[in-house]
Every structure is written in C-alpha cells, then in structure tokens.
C-alpha cells in the first residue's frame, strides 16, 4: 500500500498532516464535518489525532473485503472506479456504490471499535454497561462486550462528516453508511463462559463480540443483491422550493428501512472499457473454469466476465515455482527446494469473432 499524507481540515481551524498508511481512496479523510463552536472544533482535532489511524485502516479493511467479495464478478471493485464515490466531480450513485460506502462505514466502524475493546485509546474501553443483568435463562450479562456504541459515534464523526450536501445522493451515501454500521451490530455474537460446581454449567456469564469481518461483508453482499432503486419524483421537486425539494426527497428515503442497501442509478455497462469512468472491462481479467472446493458462482465466472460480455476464454499453461521438500535443521533454518509445477488458468482474451451472418446483419441490408 503506498504512502500517502492526508490533510484534515476542520472549516480552516484546524489543520494537521498525518503521514500513515491509506486506502486508496485517497479524500475518503480529506473533509472534515461542519462546525459550529470553537469547542466542537478543537474536539475534532483532538479526534483526528487520536483516532485517525484506526479510520484509516479500518477503511482500507472495508476496501479489501470489497474486493474479496467481488473478485469474479464484471465489477471487481476497482480503486478507479471506487474514486467516484467521492469525488465530487464525477460522483456516482449506482448499486456498487452502495456497497462501497457501507462496507466502507462498517470497516471504520469494526476497526475503531476492536482497537477500543483492545485498549488503543485512553477514553475508552469495554462496553459493560449491562453487566449484572440476567440476560436469559441459565446467563447474566458479564464479562467484557465490545464496545460498538463507541465504534458507531467516531465512525459518525468521521464518515458521515463527508456528506455536507442536502442533494438526493448525499441522503444515498448517508443511508447506506447508517446501513454499513448496522450490520456490524446485526452480525454481532454472544460468547459465554460457564460457572459451577465441578463444571456443572449452572449459570453462564456472557458478552458480546465482534463478528469476523468476512460474515460482515457476506452479509452486506447479500444487502447489495437486494439493494432497492429509488425513483425521486424529479417533476415535484423542480415544482417546489428548494425546501420542499429536500422534504420530497426525505420523505423517499424514510419509506425504506436503514438496514437495507439502497441505489438511484443504474449501474453501466462493467464489461465494457470505459475510460471515463475509470472502468477497466473485462478483457484480461482471470476466471475460473473448475477445480476442487469452487462455489456454483465461481465455476461460472469464465461464463460471467467472458463468454456473456463477447470473449473468449484462453487457456494458458503458466510455470510457478514454489518451496517444496522443506527440511528443519538444528538449530535453526528451513532449508527448502524450488519446484516447478505448470498449472493451468483461464483469462477473458479478445473479442470474439463475430460469425458471417452477424457481420451481415450489423452491415445492414445488400444493396
């Protein structure tokens, strides 16, 4: 991951240089939200060197999950493309870009409140608000919960601060944040430990942990399959005042409930290159066309990125060299051979060739 120096800016009042490790995405920390107090300010920079870091990685992890969960699919989360979410120039509001902002959102969230739950942070730390409490039959809340109230209220500070617009894609980008932290606290696990006599397991204290990142972004995934197209009435807002604008608009977004993914434009075309957009295509992207432990959907990604979007798929025989026949030697290395081994992928290659009676049909008629 290349280095890069973030600048936070809090209204020209406060201004620090951080250099740290970023996600690509690299004005996804550049803006800091409005303020309105002198002292609302000099919190916001105390937050942004303290909490900084953990937004930065937490980001990143949320932009490395995105791209796990898409790797074989048209749009394979691509840094280019992932720009537009922010930028203001070129801002898109397509279903992918709802997964961004909420897997986004989650990892900032996950990554602030693991780092609290692990002592990072000074003001912080274990959420045992509930602790004492009978929680079930056979189990009293005990022990030490993560801590997401505090992930949820930094992530806010930092994320959401983005938004400074009152347009419909603001409220989107909004909406699908507030979706991203939600799931964080939707895939949340209780853990218990037993107590009694010789074992006996007659009551149990438990907290609440953590879920692994991967079950968050599975989940989301599942949301962006089922993310909901909202249609503004353009024609009532350009009737209205700017006010009843933004009521038409709010209105839209209070009818769809703040767990689930939503979306105003169609996405385009991701097999195509479109450099515009900062859309790669799929020619040259790597499939899959069998093999042991592949799900459904992988085995049908060379279907998927090639054959659907007008390649063909190439076979090519690549030699790799790896570490083989490794023997532990007191006191104390690993000696190791090179093997090479010859294996067999797939990548989406050239248009294909179009037969003589399609290239009849796209002439137009004899004459």
């Known amino acids: 991951m290349k280095r890069n120096t973030f600048i936070f800016t809090t209204v020209g009042l406060c201004c620090a240089i951080f250099d740290t490790s970023a996600w690509s995405v690299n004005n996804f920390l550049m803006t800091g939200p409005k303020v309105l107090e002198f002292q609302t300010v000099i919190f916001l920079c105390k937050a942004y060197l303290t909490y900084s870091t953990s937004v930065s990685v937490g980001a990143h992890s949320g932009i490395e999950e995105c791209k796990h969960q898409f790797n074989w699919e048209r749009w394979n989360?691509?840094?280019?493309?992932?720009?537009?979410?922010?930028?203001?120039r070129l801002r898109s509001a397509t279903r992918e870009t709802s997964f961004v902002h909420a897997i986004s959102s989650a990892g900032v969230m996950y990554t602030l409140t693991r780092n609290c739950s692990m002592g990072d942070f000074d003001n912080c730390g274990c959420d045992d608000s509930r602790n004492g409490r009978v929680g079930g039959r056979g189990w009293v809340w005990g022990g030490c919960s993560d801590n997401v109230e505090f992930g949820e209220?930094?992530?806010?500070?930092?994320?959401?601060?983005?938004?400074?617009?009152q347009d419909a894609r603001a409220l989107m980008n909004l909406h699908n944040n507030e979706a991203g932290r939600l799931a964080v606290k939707e895939m949340m696990k209780r853990t218990c430990k037993c107590h009694g006599v010789s074992g006996s397991c007659s009551i149990q204290t438990c907290w609440l942990q953590l879920?692994?990142?991967?079950?968050?972004?599975?989940?989301?995934?599942?949301?962006?399959?089922?993310?909901?197209?909202?249609?503004?009435?353009?024609?009532?807002?350009r009737a209205g005042n700017s006010a009843d604008s933004r009521r038409t608009t709010v209105e839209t977004f209070s009818n769809v409930l703040t767990t689930e993914l939503v979306f105003l434009e169609d996405s385009p075309n991701y097999c195509m290159r479109n450099a515009s957009l900062g859309l790669?295509?799929?020619?040259?992207?790597?499939?899959?066309?069998g093999g042991k432990n592949l799900s459904q959907w992988e085995r049908r990604s060379?279907?998927?990125?090639?054959?659907?979007?007008?390649l063909r798929i190439e076979e090519r025989k690549i030699e790799v060299v790896t570490n083989c026949h490794c023997k532990f030697r007191w006191c104390c290395v690993v000696n190791c051979l090179d093997c090479k081994q010859t294996v067999t992928k797939y990548y989406c290659s050239g248009r294909r060739a179009m037969?003589?009676?399609?290239?009849?049909?796209?002439?137009?008629?004899?004459?």
């Open 355 to 367: 037969s003589n009676k399609t290239r009849r049909r796209n002439r137009g008629p004899k004459r």
């Open 280 to 289: 790669h295509g799929t020619e040259g992207r790597e499939c899959l066309q």
């Open 153 to 165: 209220r930094i992530s806010k500070l930092f994320v959401d601060g983005l938004e400074t617009g």
């Open 77 to 88: 989360c691509p840094e280019s493309a992932l720009q537009l979410s922010t930028h203001n």
């Open 211 to 237: 879920a692994e990142f991967r079950e968050i972004g599975n989940y989301l995934k599942i949301k962006y399959d089922q993310a909901q197209k909202l249609e503004m009435d353009k024609r009532r807002m």
């Open 302 to 310: 060379c279907r998927r990125l090639c054959t659907e979007c007008g």
